[in-house]
T-cell receptor, first 114, second 114 residues
């Protein structure tokens, strides 16, 4: 079975540009999570969805960040406008209710904002 | 509020040594889940184990073993006969309720040398 798929794997952009990160969860999983990893803050949850509905977005740093999940197999995390401090690795994870709730992570997107 | 503490920032061992990674957690919830994830140099996060708060049985999987003690709020991870391939950052994490956000510790970097 395919794992969580994220694209792009690497993104380099200039400050002020819009960035869109994409995630395809494991088929059949009904929870999707977006995390960010930085040296300063470690791994932190940004937002998570259940059945395509956002449940907790308290970790979204500011209005420049937005996330959507239009269907069960696709989610996006958008940053507009991007800033250098957004540089991080962004992970998407998914899990299924009734299957232990362990979250399976995608390979991550390394974002560099110059 | 939940908190996970991994006091060991970095550990270096020689191959075939046993090593224990410590994890201490804080939560007021009576139902919670504890996890260990491995992040090798390639950067992905690999799920290792999940434990729920009602199951204090220790678990062994090959060279890996986990010791869960509610009395000391600890969930320690031991690698027996370490190998170079075990070199990675290991994260302990906590979630409460069912599928919810993971609160990660700061990670322990394990370096195994020949």
């Amino acid at each position: 079975d395919a794992g969580v798929i994220q694209s792009p794997r690497h993104e380099v952009t200039e400050m002020g540009q819009e960035v869109t990160l994409r995630c395809k969860p494991i088929s059949g999983h009904d929870y999707l999570f977006w995390y960010r990893q930085t040296m300063m803050r470690g791994l932190e949850l940004l937002i998570y969805f259940n059945n395509n509905v956002p449940i907790d977005d308290s970790g979204m740093p500011e209005d420049r960040f937005s996330a959507k999940m239009p269907n069960a197999s696709f989610s996006t995390l958008k940053i507009q406008p991007s800033e250098p401090r957004d540089s991080a690795v962004y992970f998407c994870a998914s899990t299924a209710s009734g299957k232990g709730y362990e979250q399976y992570f995608g390979p991550g997107t390394r974002l560099t904002v110059t | 509020a939940q908190k996970v503490t991994q006091a060991q920032t970095e550990i270096s061992v020689v191959e075939k040594e046993d090593v224990t990674l410590d994890c201490v957690y804080e939560t007021r919830d009576t139902t919670y889940y504890l996890f260990w994830y491995k992040q090798p140099p390639s950067g992905e996060l690999v799920f290792l184990i999940r434990r729920n708060s009602f199951d204090e049985q220790n678990e062994i999987s090959g060279r890996y073993s986990w010791n869960f003690q509610k009395s000391t709020s600890s969930f320690n991870f031991t690698i027996t006969a370490s190998q170079v391939v075990d070199s990675a950052v290991y994260f302990c994490a906590l979630s409460t309720g069912t599928a919810s956000k993971l609160t990660f510790g700061t990670g322990t970097r394990l370096q195994v040398t020949l």
